[in-house]
């Protein structure tokens, strides 16, 4: 069976570096990034060297109150209180996205609600929403309980709610892989309109931004613990020390040659195909050759039929980490460097921090905006390159040419590998 085309033609965002398509273009050109001071909570208070100084978090909400009737966000999103009461607070972020992206792509209410449109979400569920029903669960018993506790909690919460609120009637699931998630959602959604099965798809994928979704990530060595947000988030920098949490949303549309052609629509870029693969080496750390994710990337080559010479960008997973970057600079030095190739390589979480689950749906998002243009984001804050990277082409600052083809990598726990191909439109 042949290939149905693929093209993207609606995003939205609500990040650290903006809530829309234009401040987040605008924070990319600029390479501005969006972090500010997290608090310091007990029992860090006489000890604050332990403790995590920056997050990533969009501007505009506040959703930290356990009680969701305290929640504000911007006045332009209307949610009905009983679709609100049902939402974890990424799941707040996500809604806001997904209202962005329908209108973004020109959808209508008919091009939403259909048999073959579905939505594909990634999310680690709201370990805040989890504790805090277990703990009210404990203290005054189970019929004292929200009745949405359970779907505004666990990992398919923004599949159960965004099925219900925007009345989708085509496939639905939720992933769960980590910092891979978003990606597996978008390479599974791109199956479904390939092959036939669905004409659009929505990619929907969105993190908490709190206590309980940040704070754990400390006791795994993961996170900087910088106040400088220059030197919080550096990715291939000599000196990295961990990566800053980031919460939000990202929402993007999906759609067949024959829906873009029906619409009249003009998409970001064509999404030409994905590979994956497992390092099958540790349960939190990647493999040091970075062996997994070469397989995904070949086997996202293979499956495009895009050669290693025609990727111009790398938009790449470098989240600051010692190991992490190290591991994936070698997967990107054989398949691009030791073959005499240099595409452009960056790192937006320099500037975005760590969306986990989010941030492979992020970056598709900032490299289809960078796409339709015309600009390369560079990679922000690196004042010594570590010498391992010295053999890529990371460019450092922006540039004013979009790239003709992008490589989009994401890695998770487990050793979890999902490499994304984009070409201009």
Request: aromatic share 8%.
């Amino acid at each position: 069976m042949e290939r149905k085309r693929v093209f993207i033609t609606g995003v939205g965002i609500i990040s650290g570096i903006g809530n829309d398509v234009e401040s987040a273009s605008d924070s990319l050109r600029k390479l501005k990034h969006g972090f500010s001071p997290f608090p310091v909570y007990p029992p860090f208070e006489d000890d604050p060297q332990n403790a995590v100084k920056l997050v990533s978090a969009p501007e505009g909400f506040e959703v930290d109150s356990i009680d969701f009737e305290d929640w504000t966000y911007p006045q332009r999103y209307k949610i009905r209180r009983e679709e609100l009461r049902g939402l974890a607070p990424h799941g707040v972020y996500v809604y806001c996205a997904m209202k962005q992206a329908i209108e973004d792509a020109s959808l209508s209410e008919k091009d939403v609600s259909n048999f073959h449109t579905g939505i594909y979400t990634a999310s680690a569920g709201s370990t805040r929403m989890v504790y805090n029903n277990m703990k009210r669960m404990r203290e005054v018993g189970p019929m004292r309980c929200s009745p949405t506790g359970i779907v505004s909690s666990i990992s398919g919460t923004l599949s159960f709610n965004l099925v219900a609120c925007f009345k989708i009637l085509g496939n639905s699931c939720g992933f769960s892989s980590a910092c891979a998630s978003s990606g597996h959602a978008l390479g599974y959604a791109y199956d479904d309109i390939a092959s036939g099965r669905q004409n659009r798809m929505f990619v929907a994928a969105g993190e908490d931004v709190n206590y309980e979704s940040v704070v754990p990530f400390t006791g795994m060595r993961a996170l900087s613990l910088e106040s400088d947000p220059e030197r919080a988030s550096c990715p291939f920098d000599l000196k990295r020390n961990g990566f800053v949490s980031a919460g939000g949303g990202a929402v993007l549309v999906l759609e067949s040659e024959d829906e873009v052609a029906r619409r009249g629509a003009k998409p970001y870029a064509e999404y030409c195909g994905w590979g994956q693969a497992s390092d099958g080496h540790n349960v939190a750390i990647s493999h040091p050759e970075g062996e997994g994710l070469v397989r995904a990337i070949e086997n996202a080559l293979d499956s495009t039929s895009v050669s290693a010479d025609e990727v111009d960008y790398v938009n790449a997973h470098a989240t600051s980490t010692l190991i992490g970057d190290a591991s994936e600079g070698k997967a990107l030095d054989a398949i691009f460097s030791s073959k005499g190739l240099r595409p452009k390589v960056s790192s937006t979480k320099a500037i975005t921090g760590h969306g986990l689950s989010l941030a492979s749906a992020l970056e598709t998002a900032i490299v289809s905006i960078a796409m339709r243009e015309g600009f390369t984001p560079g990679s922000a804050h690196i004042e010594n390159l570590d010498p391992r990277f010295q053999s890529l082409n990371i460019i450092q600052e922006t540039e004013g040419v979009a790239p003709n083809v992008t490589l989009c990598n994401s890695s998770g726990f487990g050793g979890a590998n999902v490499a994304l191909v984009l070409k201009r439109n």
